[in-house]
């Protein structure tokens, strides 16, 4: 979504305006030729050797998808357990098992924004990275399968639909970008079916998936072929950042100079931090008020998306995930200017308590009056993650590195 929104007083077209100077007003994530500020621009710039960081950003980066399509391969045997014996026990099973998935997926979100495997663009072939298949939303639920008052809405109770994967992607997001028919989030409908009621996930009945009735088989072959198209772009990113591999994305990366490499390590995460979580996501549901406009609406996990993409920041800067802990940005911050690797962990720190203060489903936030305790700190949330950004900007300019943060419009 690019779309500019006013709630409870605050404009989100001024909170994006105050990105970075180096913003622009078009799509700046798209043909970069060079994160590196030039000399006039740049001014001084200390002398630093990053490389060691980069390197463990590359370890890191690989380490978290690895983890990530483990745990798609995990969410794919549960639906597989599910499809041969539904029951209530088998659809929590995989229930528990998406939520599982979307902790390792959401800290992958530090690795967008820079045209890397998960979202570049050829503007050649019209070759997409396979973040939109994987997270697009917000989804129109009636595009997939049945909703309250429309039993036969969907590709699922279409019968003049073959579905395969290639039908599947053919119709993704056509005519309107919420007809989403991929992904977590198709998953997720799938699993809890539409959320109606403001204080609790949804609650699709197991029953959905018995074999034989009705559209159900459909229904399954549709939730199986999802699922494998899941796994298989998780594999594909898996690959692209194996630095074992010399033609790998992965190999590409360590060979950046180390402006090149630090200027699309802080454009990511300056992005997601201030454009993608505290505009996209959260001051666009604010204003709506509309848990369509809830990221994880149907299993209410919504908060748990804030959290760990804001954890994927923190793994960044302090270069550790999972097994991966070796040289971050704080290191190299901390050695060239001391305060600012503070100011960075303050930063870190407050927008950390700010979410951890949001302890209610999200979309009874969305439905809260204007000038709600909860309100207010969903708002609190969006100023932290507003400032945490503007530090990430400033370590760009000590580095003399471009961060380019979108201004939406």
């Known amino acids: 979504m690019k779309k500019a929104y006013l709630y409870a007083g605050i404009s989100c077209i001024a909170l994006a305006l105050a990105s970075a100077s180096y913003a622009s007003q078009s799509d700046p994530i798209r043909n970069i030729s060079s994160y590196a500020l030039d000399k006039d621009a740049a001014g001084y710039i200390p002398d630093y050797d990053a490389y060691p960081v980069i390197a463990n950003y590359a370890a890191l980066v690989a380490e978290n998808y690895k983890q990530s399509l483990l745990d798609a391969k995990d969410l794919q045997a549960a639906i597989?357990?599910?499809?041969?014996?539904?029951?209530?026990?088998?659809?929590?099973?995989?229930?528990?098992?998406?939520?599982?998935?979307?902790?390792?997926?959401?800290?992958?979100?530090?690795?967008?924004?820079?045209?890397?495997?998960?979202?570049?663009?050829?503007?050649?072939?019209?070759?997409?990275?396979?973040?939109?298949?994987?997270?697009?939303?917000?989804?129109n639920e009636g595009f997939i399968d049945y909703v309250e008052g429309n039993p036969k809405a969907g590709i699922i109770n279409d019968t003049s639909i073959e579905i395969t994967a290639t039908s599947i992607r053919e119709n993704d997001q056509v005519e309107d970008e919420a007809d989403v028919t991929t992904g977590f989030h198709a998953i997720e409908f799938l699993l809890w079916g539409q959320d109606m009621n403001p204080t609790s996930p949804g609650d699709r009945p197991y029953t959905d998936f018995v074999p034989g009735k009705d559209n159900n088989d459909r229904r399954r072959l549709y939730l199986q072929t999802i699922t494998e198209m899941l796994v298989a772009d998780l594999d594909w990113l898996a690959t692209a950042w194996n630095a074992s591999d010399p033609d790998s994305?992965?190999?590409?990366?360590?060979?950046?100079?180390?402006?090149?490499?630090?200027?699309?390590?802080?454009?990511?995460?300056?992005?997601?931090?201030?454009?993608?979580?505290?505009?996209?996501?959260?001051?666009?549901?604010?204003?709506?008020?509309?848990?369509?406009?809830?990221?994880?609406?149907?299993?209410?996990?919504?908060?748990?998306?804030?959290?760990?993409?804001?954890?994927?920041i923190r793994n960044v800067y302090f270069g550790s995930y999972g097994n991966v802990n070796g040289?971050?940005?704080?290191?190299?911050?901390?050695?060239?200017?001391?305060?600012?690797?503070?100011?960075?962990?303050?930063?870190?720190?407050?927008?950390?308590?700010?979410?951890?203060?949001?302890?209610?489903?999200?979309?009874?936030?969305?439905?809260?009056?204007?000038?709600?305790q909860a309100r207010a700190e969903a708002e609190a949330v969006i100023t932290a993650l507003q400032a945490q950004s503007d530090v990430i900007k400033d370590i760009g300019k000590l580095l003399g590195v471009k961060v380019i943060v979108p201004t939406g419009g």
């Open 249 to 312: 994305y992965a190999a590409k990366f360590k060979s950046y100079s180390d402006r090149e490499a630090l200027g699309r390590i802080l454009t990511s995460l300056a992005t997601l931090s201030e454009f993608e979580l505290a505009l996209e996501r959260i001051a666009t549901s604010l204003d709506s008020g509309d848990q369509e406009d809830e990221q994880s609406c149907f299993s209410d996990n919504t908060l748990n998306d804030i959290i760990f993409d804001q954890r994927g």
């Open 327 to 372: 040289a971050g940005l704080n290191d190299l911050i901390g050695d060239l200017a001391p305060d600012l690797n503070d100011r960075m962990i303050a930063a870190l720190n407050q927008a950390d308590a700010a979410i951890s203060s949001l302890n209610y489903p999200f979309d009874s936030i969305l439905v809260s009056t204007p000038g709600s």
């Open 80 to 139: 597989g357990n599910l499809l041969d014996k539904p029951s209530e026990n088998t659809l929590n099973a995989a229930r528990n098992a998406w939520l599982n998935a979307r902790t390792s997926y959401l800290q992958t979100e530090a690795f967008r924004f820079y045209e890397g495997p998960i979202d570049f663009v050829d503007e050649k072939t019209g070759e997409e990275g396979p973040e939109g298949r994987l997270n697009a939303w917000p989804l």
